[in-house]
């Protein structure tokens, strides 16, 4: 492959440093393809599960312009897509349009929630009146995060088994409505929306201290 090959199609023709950003993640579904990578390496038919709007060809087109451009790295004896450093630069991005996204309307929390994107968000969203030191596990089947909480930030690992006081599972919909919703655990766990295991009260705790700032704003449950 040429060095022109590998060079991305420029679209805006201009100096400016967002437009350059632009010409390399600009395209759509490339930066929530990032986002699905954000925590850990994955393989094409598991991001594209946190992405059901893609099709199989967008997705490798995509890849392959994210590829080129450095920001995600491609093993391609194991098959695994990974961020290198320039992708994971893109987490505050990420993140910033979370919060943008707060102070816009429209938002429809009953939509479709990646477990990635629903533990991105939190870690945009906690209140810091009402932040404390806790561990918390997630276990959304086919991928589990421990969450730490300390000194008024989140920090969110992916692991195999979550070792933390108590243990939510569910779908990325259902944890949205136990983080995010005006129903306690144990009405979701009545409803069958969350399944909790461990310390329950310490889990009431812990999601009580996240929450979405927008007036008006639309509830998972809804």
């Known amino acids: 492959m040429t060095e022109q090959a590998k060079t991305p199609r420029l679209r805006y023709d201009e100096g400016c440093l967002a437009a350059h950003a632009l010409n390399l993640i600009g395209d759509r579904w490339a930066l929530l393809v990032v986002r699905e990578l954000v925590f850990a390496p994955k393989r094409f038919q598991m991001i594209r599960a946190g992405l059901p709007g893609i099709t199989a060809s967008v997705l490798t087109g995509r890849l392959g312009q994210l590829v080129e451009a450095g920001v995600v790295a491609h ?59 806790a ?16 000194g008024g930030e989140v920090r969110t690992v992916a692991v195999e088994r979550p070792e933390a006081p108590f243990l939510l599972k569910g779908n990325g919909n259902g944890m ?34 996240f929450g979405l700032r927008r007036e008006g704003a639309r509830d998972a449950t809804d």
């Not at 943008?100 to 009146?129: C, K, Y």
């Not at 596990?137 to 995060?145: P, Q, R, T």
């Not at 005006?182 to 812990?206: C, H, I, K, P, Y």
Request: charged fraction near 20%; glycine fraction near 10%; include cysteine.
């Open 75 to 133: 093993d391609v004896r194991l098959g695994i897509y990974s961020l290198t450093d320039a992708g994971h630069g893109l987490l505050p991005v990420l993140e910033a349009l979370c919060r943008w996204a707060l102070m816009v309307p429209g938002h429809d929390p009953s939509r479709f929630i990646s477990p990635t994107a629903l533990m991105i968000s939190m870690g945009v969203n906690l209140l810091p009146e009402k932040a404390g030191e």
């Open 135 to 150: 561990v918390a596990g997630f276990d959304f089947g086919s991928e589990a995060f421990e969450m730490r909480v300390t």
């Open 176 to 209: 949205a409505s136990a983080v995010y919703g005006r129903l306690t655990l144990e009405e979701l766990v009545e409803n069958g929306r969350v399944s909790v295991t461990g310390d329950a009260e310490a889990a009431q705790r812990f999601v009580a201290m």
